[in-house]
Every structure is written in C-alpha cells, then in structure tokens.
C-alpha cells in the first residue's frame, strides 16, 4: 500500500514526501520502518486529508447550510445505518403480523386462494442506503458479466483474424467514445418496447440500468483483449506451428494464455467506467440504486442532505476501489503472471 | 546424389517498402544423415532465413529443400528448431512445456506413461530433472536454453534446426552447453544445422563449417571440413594445429568479407554463378578438402 510514495517518486515531489515521512515518524529504525511506510504513512496522509477537508468545508457557505466536515460526514454515516437498521426492524414486524393473520385465517378455515393472496403481500418500505448499494452492486456486476460474455469472444475472433479486425474497427471506434448517457434514452426505448412480460424476472429500470452499462463496458474488453490476442509473439506462433497444434489447442494454449493481461486490464477498465456510468445513470433516469440516492438527497434539500451525499460519494468512491481489487486478485488467481503490479 | 537433406539453389526475395529484397540467392548444400553443420556469416546475411526455409516456416521463392527426397511445405516436428531466444511459453513449467511437444508428436504412438517417460527422459539429457516444475521465468538463461534443447530432441527430429542457441549466454555457461550438445549429438548421432556468431564454437561442434556471403543475395562462400578426432576436448584442441588452423580459416573468411565488404562480394558472386551448379558445389568440396588438409 505504498502507492502514495510512489507517485510522489514519479513526480519527485520531495519536500511533500519528506513533510509525510516526518509527520508519519518515517525515520524510525529499520525494523519499524516497514510498519511505519505500511500503515503511517497513508494513515497520516489520510489525517491531513481530514483536517484540511474539516477547515476548507466550514468556508464554504452554501443554500443548505455550511459544506458538512468529517464529523458531519461521520455523523450522517451512522444515521442512515440506524435507518437500514430500523427499516429491517418494521419489515421483520410486517411479516411477523402477516403470518400471525396468515395463522388465524387457516385456524377459521378460510379458502386457500385468500390465504395465498395474503401470503403473497410484501413488505413495500422505502429502500435504505444499504439497500441502494446493494442494488447499484447487483446491477453493474450483471450488465459487466454480461459486457465480457459477449466481448471477450469477440475480442479473441477479431484478433486473431487480420480481416475481421479491420471490419470491426471503425464500428468500435466510434461507438467507443459514445457518452454512455446517450443510450440511455435509446435503452429505455427499446426494453419498454421489447420487454413485455406479464411476470417480468427483473424490473424495466433494472434492466435499463444494466444494459447502459454492458454497453459502456464492451469497447475496453473488446479492443485490450483483440490487442493481446494479436500481439502474441511471433516466436510462440513459430512454436505452434513447428509443433502443428491445432486450432484448438493453439488457442487455449498459446494465444489465450498470452492475452490474459491484456485481457484483464479491459476488464479493469470495463468495470471502472461501468461503475462511473452506473451512478450517473441512476440519477438520470431515477432507477434505483446509490445514483438515486444521491439525486433524492440532493432534491430534498433538508440541512443533513450534503452530508448524506458525501457519505454516498466516498461509498461509490470506495465501493469503485474494491471492485478494481477484486478484479485485480482475479486476474491473480487465473493469470501465470503473478508479477502483475498492484496498483 | 540423393543426400539425407538438400538445400536446392534456394533463393527468397522479400517485398518491401523499397521495392524487391533479394537476401538469399543459389544457396546450394547436400547434408548427410547425422552431420553437424555451422552457419556462420556475418549479422544479416541471411542465416536465419536459411534456417526458416528448411523449418519451413518461411517459403523459398526459388529452389527447394528436401528432406529424405520429399520437398518441405510446411513447418513440422520432424525439423524441430531451437529459437535464439528459448521461446519457452511462459506459463507452462519445465516439464509440461516439454510435455506440450511430447503430446503433440507422440499422440498416437505412445501411450501417457511412455510419454511422461519419454519428458522426464530427455529433460535429464540436458540435466534438468531438478526444476521439471519451475516456470520459465525461475530459471537461468542457461537452462532456459536447455530445456528448449529438450523440448527439440523430444521431437525425434530428422533434422534438428538451432538458430544461435547459446548467443545469449554467458561464456562460461556456453562452454557447459557446447559440451553438453556434444554429449548429446555423440549419443544420438542427430543431423544438426547450427548458426553461430562464434568461431570457436562452430570449429568444436562442426562436421562442416558453411560461410555465408554478405547480403543482399547472398549465397554460400566456402565450406570448410572440419577433419578432427571425435569426441573432442576443447582443452586439448586449444594447443591442436589443425584445430588452430581450421579457426584461422573461419576467421580469415569473415574478416576479407569484413574489410573487402561490397565489390569484392560483388566479383566473386559473379564468377560463382557463371559456374556450373554442380561445378560450384563441387568446387567448394574441392575447396573444403583443401582446406581440410
Ligand atoms: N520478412 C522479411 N521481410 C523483409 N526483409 C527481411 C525479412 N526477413 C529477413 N529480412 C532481411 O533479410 C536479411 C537477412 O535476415 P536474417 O535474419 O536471415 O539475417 P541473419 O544472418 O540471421 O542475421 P543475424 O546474424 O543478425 O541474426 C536482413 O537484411 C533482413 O532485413
Ligand atoms: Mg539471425
């Protein structure tokens, strides 16, 4: 976890450094130094993050009040657990009542179908925080697993062929920096027009939200993966061919493994910008999820509301840099190359 | 007149940004079963398409090569090659990048056991039974090399095909690779054509020694016989005359082409292809014989 020493390194930001070093006691012994670089150094960081942050916010004046500091922030934090805490409470008492009536109704010997028809009843309480996390989480992990079900076979066609790649190149290209928010309308559009269920598995804006995403997460997957399929070194093709592997076996042998980095460093990408896109689709189109969240808040208007953003911001923010970990141990666990940097 | 392996009037022209590049022209040679060959010429001459033609992986644009009379089209593991820089792939340990090779040739012929047998027993040929589970990049050039020696021999190839196998090495460890692939060519009796940088190497190893014209169109300058008692000690042949003397040839060869590069190149392709194909082929046997004694 030393990438803040290292940037500082890039840019040769020395007095910076050494400021960090000595307020994080960075010359300790040897032995200390280790836990010192580990966990002081952000540690101390992230305080004059804080402290800054709690200074700068109380100049800042806004219509809902003064910018809310870390206290505020924290304040809010614990609040809405409480909320999601309460609201599962009620929703725990609902269906205690209803099976209670349920019981009652099958002791007076009512018709099975009236008793089903209450049965089916659900708790219908407002969505906490947590739930919208959850539901954010849910949403872009479907439209990405989507996304590289469908690019990473494409990715390993168009590479691997000289033609098809010059065939699907100018389509990427310009759908590639296509703002994702432009689909969204043509999204919505087409599943409202498409999508009719009487018993839909999921609901419309899921599946909006979901699609915008696959949609955003494509490209990256496509063209790193198409990218490292054809730079398999010539060498290793010679190889192949001296042996005469076959299709197959070249493929899965040869040219899968020697595209995984590439491979995973679009998925990183895809999964990064799903995420990004996902929150802003969510406050666009009021689908449900952490984008709404932050769009209701900032509607109501009430004196917590910039508080509650914030707790939403550093949750996105937070939530993004764990997605990206855990593709990053992914593509440690599948790929041969253990080198592959943390960053 | 049928030879193990014929090299015939091999010429290539590549196309280029600049118009047709001729690099081989008439490369003309006969190789008998079990012979060592070197290639040695200077850097761009085209010894490395030499190689690749016969591998097949590059396609002459005159002449052809044939092996036990019937011509190559293709490349295939009956010309097994040794890449300058290993060519191992990178996720597959010692063993099953050996193994991959193993598979693919013996598929039908021999069963798994026999095939597990058969990689284990030509990976202790070049000594690296103790890393068979260590990926490529755990290991030392050195045995990087080794292990794609193995994964050539293990092929069985007719004709064994290195392009500058140990250049990469430290002195030190090229002089245990020379000793171990003389080990190795004095018990398996493999045909081997051999591009090397090094004049010593080319003299220890060599039946035959080629020597390429510069390019471009560059064909064989003189074949060199190298005439000395197998097997042979390199300690011994440090203070051997004929040794000595085979040596200064190669080096006399490389440094007129060296000093003398364009015109004289020039004359002298021109006499060899006023000559009789065979004549010239005859010729540079005569010459080898001369040399030889
Ligand atoms: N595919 C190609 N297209 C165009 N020119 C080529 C191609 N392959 C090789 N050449 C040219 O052919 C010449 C001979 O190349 P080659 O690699 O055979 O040389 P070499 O003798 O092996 O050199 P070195 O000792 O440096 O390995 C070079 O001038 C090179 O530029
Ligand atoms: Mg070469």
Redesign the pocket.
């Known amino acids: 976890m030393s990438i803040a020493i290292r940037s500082h390194k890039t840019f040769e930001i020395t007095w910076l450094e050494n400021a960090i070093g000595f307020l994080a006691s960075d010359r300790l012994t040897k032995t200390t130094g280790k836990l010192a670089r580990n966990v002081l150094v952000p540690f101390t960081a992230i305080l004059v993050f804080l402290l800054l942050w709690a200074a700068g916010a109380q100049q800042v004046q806004t219509s809902l009040g003064v910018l809310p500091g870390p206290a505020k922030v924290w304040e809010q934090t614990k609040a809405l657990y409480d909320e999601h805490v309460a609201e599962r409470d009620k929703a725990a008492a609902f269906y205690e009542r209803m099976d209670k009536r349920v019981e009652k109704a099958i002791a007076a010997g009512k018709p099975a179908e009236k008793i089903e028809r209450m049965k089916s009843r659900s708790y219908t309480g407002k969505e906490t925080f947590i739930d919208q996390i959850f539901t954010s989480l849910w949403t872009v992990m479907t439209g990405f697993v989507i996304a590289s079900l469908i690019a990473i076979p494409v990715g390993i066609v168009i590479g691997m062929s000289q033609t098809l790649y010059q065939a699907f190149n100018p389509i990427i290209q310009v759908f590639k920096p296509v703002s994702p928010l432009a689909w969204l309308p043509l999204v919505t559009m087409v599943v409202s027009a498409v999508y009719v269920s009487d018993d839909p598995w999921f609901s419309k804006s899921f599946l909006n939200s979901a699609i915008t995403v696959t949609l955003c997460c494509l490209w990256p997957t496509i063209i790193n993966t198409a990218v490292g399929v054809s730079g398999v070194s010539k060498d290793l093709i010679n190889v192949s061919r001296v042996l005469k592997l076959s299709w197959f076996t070249k493929t899965l042998k040869i040219v899968l493994p020697s595209a995984i980095p590439m491979m995973f460093t679009g998925l990183r990408l895809s999964l990064g910008i799903g995420w990004m896109v996902l929150i802003a689709a969510e406050m666009l189109a009021q689908n449900p999820g952490l984008g709404k969240f932050v769009w209701d808040e900032f509607q109501n208007g009430s004196s917590n509301s910039l508080a509650r953003i914030m707790v939403a911001v550093i949750a996105i923010g937070f939530i993004g840099f764990l997605l990206d970990r855990g593709m990053l141990a992914l593509q440690r666990t599948v790929s041969w190359d253990k080198s592959a940097v943390l960053r | 007149m049928n030879s193990y392996l014929n090299i015939d009037h091999v010429g290539i022209t ?1 196309p ?1 940004d600049n118009g047709p ?1 001729n ?1 081989l022209d008439n490369v003309n040679l006969k190789v008998e079963q079990g012979e060592f060959i070197s290639l040695i ?1 200077h ?8 190689l690749n033609i016969v591998a097949g992986l590059l396609q002459a644009t005159e002449g052809g090569v044939l092996l036990e009379n019937r011509e190559v089209r293709e490349p295939g593991p009956d010309r097994a090659v040794v890449f300058q820089n290993h060519s191992l792939l990178p996720w597959l340990s010692v063993y099953d990048n050996v193994r991959l090779a193993v598979d693919q040739v013996f598929k039908r012929t021999k069963s798994k056991a026999e095939r597990d047998e058969w990689t284990r027993h030509n990976l202790e040929l070049v000594h690296m039974s103790h890393a068979l589970d260590r990926k490529p990049d755990e290991i030392s050039g050195g045995m990087k090399q080794r292990v794609g020696i193995a994964r050539a021999l293990a092929m069985e190839p007719k004709v064994l095909l290195m392009d ?1 196998p140990f250049g990469a090495l430290d002195s030190l460890t090229r002089t245990h690779m020379q000793d171990s692939l003389m080990e190795i060519q004095a018990e398996l009796n493999n045909t081997v054509i051999m ?1 090397t ?1 090094d004049v010593d190497e080319a003299v220890l190893l060599s039946d035959r020694i080629i020597m390429m014209t510069n ?2 169109s560059a064909s064989i300058g003189e074949i060199l016989q190298v005439e000395l008692e197998r097997p042979r000690d390199r300690l011994s042949l440090a203070e051997d005359r004929d040794y000595n003397h085979y040596r200064a040839e190669v080096v006399r060869f490389l440094h007129e082409r060296h000093v003398g590069k364009r015109p004289q190149t020039a004359a002298e392709t021109a006499t060899d292809a006023g000559a009789g194909q065979d004549e010239t082929q005859g010729a540079q046997e005569k010459q080898g014989l001369r040399l030889a004694v």
């Open positions: 590549f280029t590049l690099v010429g850097s761009g001459c085209g010894k490395s398409t030499v500058e591009i940088h390019g471009p």
